[in-house]
């Protein structure tokens, strides 16, 4: 006799750890190469315009540029990644950092407050940009040569920086045959929902999502989504209105 509450513990650990094992990242190879070198060349050029502009005795680069880099040019259809976030997030990131540390003598203690500020007003400003949260850490934790900066740091090089990785985005994505920015203009035309009959399984999720673009979602969140979709789609042709969460 087995004993259930052993063998289902077991089975919830083991599906846990399971979890924490790396799934492979949906797309292409050819999207991941294009990722890989539109990425290096992006921070190339945007290291050396900037430091044309700045010379060596100004800070001319900041790291967060690194992961922005990766956003723009690896998943170039999030909305994380379009031009007004790296731009508008990265200043609103530097303008609450330089504040705050201006303001808190605490690192600690600023370092909570300014990415709590920062977090709410990229939301309330639709330019949320993981990276910019550390653009406002290294606007407190940059030391002599960011302190020394006051405000003019927002200005160069993070605004420097922002624009001309945005920009080199704009350029290379569309000559690698990519949308962007991402998102359709009202005056665009929408391709229309298509009806089928069929259900549609992971696997051909797996595959859709192989063949195209790396698309920061997974099949099984892709397929809760679509059978929402569905539901609601059901409800109102039922003439029921869905509630929303």
Known sequence: MTNQPLVTWITSVRTFLARLWPHPL???KKQMVIASVGA???LMITSLTSHWLLGEVNLWFVAPMGASAVLLFGLPNSPLAQPWSIVGGN???GVVGVTTALWVPHAA?????????TIALMFQLRCLHPPSG????????GGNG???????????????????????ALVFNNLAGRRYPHPLAATEIKAP???IDVPITREDLHQALESGEVLDIDEDDLQQLLQRAEEIAILRQRGQMPLSS
């Not at 203690?109 to 500020?117: K, S, Y």
């Not at 550390?134 to 934790?141: D, F, Q």
């Open 26 to 28: 949906p797309g292409g």
């Open 91 to 93: 200043l609103v990131a």
């Open 109 to 117: 203690l600023a370092c909570g407050i300014a990415a709590c500020l």
């Open 40 to 42: 290096g060349l992006g």
């Open 193 to 195: 929902p298509v009806v």
């Open 146 to 168: 960011v302190q020394q900066l006051g405000y003019h740091f927002i200005l160069t090089p993070v605004l420097l920086n922002s624009v001309c990785l945005a920009l080199l």
């Open 134 to 141: 550390a653009v406002a850490l290294t606007a407190i934790l």
